[in-house]
Nanobody
Framework: QVQLVESGGGLVQAGGSLRLSCAVS????????MGWYRQAPGDAQREWLT????????MYSDSVKGRFTIYVDNAKKTMNLQMNSLRPEDTAVYFC???????????????WGQGTQVTVSS
């Protein structure tokens, strides 16, 4: 059974940094992409932030480009999001995801973590 668990959220002052981690347990037959979304207070939709494709290419939304970096630690089976120059508008619940298959015969699907709260004070 695949499970994604985020950690590293918390309260930080504007201009500060945080690193989020997403621990992936269980085995994937194939991973196509992984990344992060966030959901701000009062917003019904999750905002896409970044995706890392299986070939290593990375994409970022304009709202976080140059401030956030996604990277993977294969030895620890974690996906991390380094967040610098944080702003009050970055306050949200942050979710990691993986697009992949758990078996050669299964369909691809998106797996989500439960989310971790990030609060940036002004």
């Amino acid at each position: 059974q695949v499970q994604l668990v985020e950690s590293g959220g918390g309260l930080v002052q504007a201009g500060g940094s945080l690193r989020l981690s997403c621990a992936v347990s269980g085995d994937f037959f194939e991973i196509d992409a992984m990344g992060w979304y966030r959901q701000a207070p009062g917003d019904a939709q999750r905002e896409w932030l970044t995706t890392r494709l299986s070939d290593g290419r990375q994409m970022y939304s304009d709202s976080v480009k140059g401030r956030f970096t996604i990277y993977v630690d294969n030895a620890k089976k974690t996906m991390n999001l380094q967040m610098n120059s944080l702003r009050p508008e970055d306050t949200a619940v942050y979710f990691c995801y993986v697009d992949g298959r758990i078996a050669s015969t299964s369909n691809g699907e998106r797996f989500w973590g439960q989310g971790t709260q990030v609060t940036v004070s002004s």
